[in-house]
């Protein structure tokens, strides 16, 4: 059983003709392009220990780690996009949950699912007395590239 003990939390943003190169821009801005990624659900193991970004570093080329993820990736006439993340963790218990949501919304809409969904999420756990951590990566698309935006948490 694989129990992660840290957590970092990124998010970055990139741009390109090729989705698929946007989309490792953006994990590159994000401190993950060395990484392979491995997508888990909004479980917060308890008493997880908070590392910053420049921490993965240390981590070797090509580690798996696991990520909460959101992303949105597209090619459009100018709008707003985001991409988030919300760490909700238990004053009591110290475990929480994790929620992500991404949209062609703006940062302030992107938080107030994200809170909303948290909050739903942590009473389906019996999760109370909550502290609220947001990620969140915002851009305007544009239709000559495509446009990624991603926040993750990784737990490793």
Known sequence: MIVCKNYTIVSGVGRDEDELVAFDKALKSAGLHRFNLVPVSSVFPTLAEYHPPRDLKELDRGAIIHVVLSKINVKKEFVDISAGICLAISKISG??????????????????????????????????????????????????????????????
């Open 95 to 156: 475990g929480g949950i994790i929620s992500e949501y991404s949209g062609e919304v703006n940062k302030e809409k992107c938080k107030s699912i994200l809170r909303e969904r948290a909050n739903k999420i942590a009473e389906t756990h019996d999760l109370f007395d909550m502290t609220m951590e947001f990620e969140i990566m915002s851009a305007k698309s544009n239709p000559v590239t495509y446009t990624c935006c991603i926040a993750a948490v990784v737990l490793w």
